[in-house]
């Protein structure tokens, strides 16, 4: 069985400053893990996937992720936020022989400030 | 090569009627997955479906919930007799034939609201 756990429901920073989403995984078999933003009132847009290549995973707008078997993370970061960082950020699962089966986490509201 | 498109984006209705959603698949893929996002929530996985076959149902409720993907057209998602609880943004997200964790794209969801 697969299951993800956001850690933090609300993240509040500084533009400019870091922005740091944690996530931890449970998974019986190879696990796929994502990264998806929504902003509000539309649909999600893939932002990171990693697929047991390399464990650190760059994705769009400056986002990136490490995968670290070991502690079963795979944390979001980004150096420095925008204003338009501000949305929903889902971290999902997904077995390695499961298709489509994607499970969310509850996801992590980041709110950025001037 | 447009992507996953869901129509209608809103739908409003009215205690006991029937609600459908709408979804149709980037070219070339014919898997598609509903999923249900509840207010506060993540989404949960509701159903998979092939052309003409129903793969995973795993996620539907018991009752008053159907889907359907035709060899032509696109995959519809019925829900007979409307509540409250049914208002939530509903998304279909598409994948190619082969086996894949990579090619999933997400359409923009329909917002269902009952009253």
């Known amino acids: 069985a697969q299951s993800v756990t956001q850690l933090d429901s609300h993240v509040s920073v500084s533009e400019g400053t870091p922005v740091l989403l944690r996530c931890n995984y449970s998974s019986s078999y190879s696990p796929s893990l994502f990264w998806y933003v929504q902003h509000p009132n539309k649909g999600l847009q893939l932002l990171l996937k990693?697929?047991?290549?390399?464990?650190l995973v760059k994705g769009i707008n400056g986002f990136e992720a490490e995968f670290k078997k070991s502690e079963t993370s795979f944390h979001l970061t980004k150096p420095s936020a925008h204003m338009s960082d501000a949305a929903e950020y889902f971290c999902v699962v997904i077995e390695g022989d499961s298709w489509g089966k994607f499970q969310f986490g509850a996801g992590t509201q980041v709110v950025v400030t001037p | 090569n447009a992507g996953v498109m869901q129509n209608p984006r809103h739908l409003v209705r009215r205690r006991g009627q029937e609600a459908r959603l709408r979804c149709s698949p980037m070219k070339g893929h014919s898997h598609v997955y509903w999923y249900r996002q509840l207010p506060e929530e993540g989404l949960k996985f509701m159903v998979y479906?092939?052309?003409?076959?129903?793969?995973?149902e795993s996620g539907m409720p018991k009752e008053r919930f159907s889907a359907e993907f035709p060899k032509e057209g696109p995959s519809i998602l019925r829900i007979q007799q409307v509540v409250r609880g049914d208002s939530a943004a509903y998304f279909c997200?598409?994948?190619?034939?082969?086996?894949?964790?990579?090619?999933?794209?997400f359409g923009s969801g329909t917002r269902l609201t009952v009253v």
């Open positions: 479906l092939q052309k003409e076959n129903i793969i995973d």
């Open positions: 997200a598409s994948s190619p034939p082969e086996r894949s964790n990579y090619g999933y794209t």
């Open positions: 990693y697929t047991s290549a390399a464990t």
